[in-house]
C-alpha cells in the first residue's frame, strides 16, 4: 500500500514537471529595442527601392540577441530557413505544428520585417506519413491541396510572398522526378499555385530554383515553365534566383542581367532569394578571397538595381556563424555578409558602396 502510495506521488510529480517543461519548451522570442539608422541596409535599399533580407533559424533567433539584433537593424524582410517545411510543420497525417512559425510571424510583426513563406511544394523533407503511403492519385491531390490550404490559409494576410513551388527543374531542363509529380503528374505546379492564391489572394507568388542565374539549359526551362503558366492564367508574381554560389562559379553578370529582363517582360518580379558565396573554392589568401566575395555580391545587387523588376536582395542567413553550408576543407566557411562575431565583412561594405552610389 505504501508502495503505492509513492508510486502515485512520483507519478503526480513527472507529470507536474512534464507539463511546467512543456510550457517553457513553447518558443518566444524576446523583444528586440529597435534601433533605426539612416545608414542600415534595409534604410539604403529603401530609398532605391527594393527590399532586403535574409533567412532566419529558430533557435539563434530565440537565444542570440546579437543575432536580433543585426537582422532587425540591417534587414526588412526574414524567411524561414526550416520551420514552414512540410516535415516540421505537418509532421504525421492531420496533425500540423505551427509552433514555431507563430513564433517567428510574431517576431517579424513587431519588428517590421515583411515575412516571405518558404517552400509550399518541394522534394526535401516530407515525412514518412506521405513518401511511405499507398494513396490514389485523388488522395495525393488532396495532400498537397489541404497542406497548401492549412498553411497558407493560417496566415492570409500575413506573408509577403509564398515559395509555392520550389526547384521542380533538373540541369538538363526536364521536370524533377519528385513524390508530387510521380503522384499527381506535372499539373501539381498550376494546382499549387492556384490552391495558394484561393488561400490568401494577397501574397505575392513565387516560383523558385537555384543555378538559374545565367541564361542556359535550366534558366530557359524554368522560362518556358512560367510563360506557360501565365498563358494558362495561373497566378504567378515572381521568379525566385537562389544563388547558392562560390567564388568559382558566379555568374556572368551580362548573362544574369538577359536573364533578369526576359522575366521582366512576361510582367514578372525578379529576386535573388538565397544568396551565398561560398569561398572555400576560390583561391589566393583568405582576405583576398573576402573581397572578391564582396566583388561578386556587389555585382549581384548592382545588376538587381539595373533591372526595373528586380524588387529584393535576400541572402541565406547573414552571420558565417549559422551556415548551412558546411565546413568541407577545415577552413570553416564563410559565405555571408556578417563574420561569425557579427563584424561586417567586405561584402557588407561593397553592398553598402552599391546602395550608396546612384
Ligand atoms: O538551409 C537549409 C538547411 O538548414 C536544411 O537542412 C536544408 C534541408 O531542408 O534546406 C536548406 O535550405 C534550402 C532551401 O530550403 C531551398 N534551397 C536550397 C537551400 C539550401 O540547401
Known amino acids: 500500500m505504501k508502495h503505492r502510495i509513492v508510486l502515485a506521488l512520483v507519478v503526480v510529480v513527472l507529470v507536474t514537471f512534464s507539463i511546467l517543461f512543456r510550457a517553457s519548451a513553447i518558443p518566444s522570442i524576446p523583444a528586440v529595442a529597435s534601433e533605426t539608422s539612416s545608414t542600415s541596409l534595409r534604410a539604403l535599399a529603401q530609398k532605391r527601392g527594393i527590399n532586403i533580407g535574409a533567412a532566419v533559424d529558430f533557435a539563434p533567433l530565440q537565444n542570440d540577441p546579437d543575432y536580433r539584433a543585426v537582422l532587425t537593424r ?73 497542406h497548401i490550404e492549412t498553411l497558407v490559409g493560417r496566415y492570409r494576410g500575413q506573408v509577403y510572398i509564398w515559395d509555392v513551388v520550389n526547384e521542380a527543374i533538373n540541369r538538363d531542363g526536364s521536370l524533377r522526378d519528385t513524390i508530387w509529380l510521380r503522384n499527381i503528374g506535372p499539373e501539381y505546379i498550376d494546382l499549387a499555385y492556384r490552391w ?129 553550408i558546411g565546413d568541407l576543407t577545415g577552413l570553416g566557411e564563410a559565405p555571408l555578409i556578417f563574420d561569425k562575431s557579427y563584424r561586417p565583412k567586405p561584402a557588407y561594405d561593397a553592398i553598402k558602396d552599391v546602395l550608396q552610389t546612384e
Open 74 to 146: 540591417e534587414f526588412d524582410i526574414m524567411v524561414p530557413e526550416n520551420a514552414w517545411k512540410f516535415e516540421y510543420v505537418h509532421p504525421t497525417r492531420g496533425h500540423y505544428d505551427f509552433t514555431q512559425v507563430d513564433a517567428l510571424m510574431a517576431f517579424a510583426k513587431a519588428n517590421n520585417l515583411k515575412m516571405r513563406g518558404h517552400p509550399l511544394a518541394w522534394h526535401h523533407l516530407i515525412p514518412p506519413w506521405v513518401t511511405k503511403g499507398n494513396f490514389t492519385r485523388d488522395e495525393w491531390i488532396a495532400i498537397l491541396r489541404e
Open 196 to 324: 495558394t492564391h484561393e488561400a490568401d489572394p494577397q501574397a505575392l507568388l513565387f516560383y523558385c530554383d537555384y543555378a538559374t542565374e545565367e541564361l542556359g539549359q535550366k534558366s530557359d526551362a524554368v522560362y518556358d515553365l512560367v510563360r506557360g503558366m501565365l498563358q494558362r492564367g495561373v497566378p504567378l508574381n515572381g521568379v525566385g534566383f537562389q544563388a547558392h554560389l562560390g567564388l568559382s562559379y558566379a555568374p556572368k553578370l551580362k548573362s544574369l542581367a538577359k536573364n533578369f529582363k526576359r522575366f521582366g517582360e512576361l510582367g514578372l518580379e525578379v529576386q535573388f532569394t538565397e544568396l551565398d558565396v561560398k569561398v572555400q573554392d576560390g583561391v589566393g589568401s583568405w582576405d583576398s578571397r573576402l573581397v572578391e566575395q564582396g566583388k561578386v555580391y556587389a555585382g549581384l545587387l548592382k545588376t538587381c538595381l539595373e533591372a526595373q523588376t528586380c524588387t529584393a536582395f535576400t541572402t541565406w542567413g547573414f552571420t558565417d556563424r549559422y551556415t548551412w
